[in-house]
């Protein structure tokens, strides 16, 4: 599976990104990861292909929102009300398991991810 993200770039904070990432197949889940420099790589937001069913880091909760595309095999995330201490760079990630809710949010939930889009939030 080949995952492309795309739609990272420099805002202000309380301004809004959406990202994309186009997947070349479908999977059992989709996932938003996003690493700050410095910082360890940390689970954002998540989604199943069958049902939608989505789940969200308490951080994000409220503000971001994940939704796919089943015709296009395309997962966006719309990020409002960005915070600097969203900046960070974003990858996406596919997982062929069926892994129970919890596990959603471990990165070693998943089989594939995409190269990484730059968010950069300014006070």
């Known amino acids: 599976v080949q995952l492309q993200a795309s739609g990272g770039g420099l805002v202000q904070a309380g301004g809004s990104l959406r990202l994309s990432c186009a997947a070349s197949r479908r999977t059992f889940t989709m996932a938003w990861f996003r690493q700050a420099p410095g910082k360890e790589r940390d689970f954002v937001a998540a989604?199943?292909?069958?049902?939608?069913?989505?789940y969200y880091a308490d951080s994000v909760k409220g503000r971001f929102t994940i939704s796919r595309d089943n015709a296009q095999n395309t997962v966006d995330l719309q990020m409002n009300s960005l915070k600097p201490e969203d900046t960070a760079v974003y990858y996406c990630?596919?997982?062929?398991?069926?892994?129970?809710?919890?596990?959603?949010?471990?990165?070693?939930?998943?089989?594939?991810w995409g190269q990484g889009t730059l968010v950069t939030v300014s006070s």
């Open positions: 989604i199943r292909w069958s049902g939608g069913y989505t």
């Open positions: 990630a596919a997982g062929h398991n069926r892994v129970i809710v919890t596990m959603l949010s471990d990165f070693n939930s998943y089989n594939y």
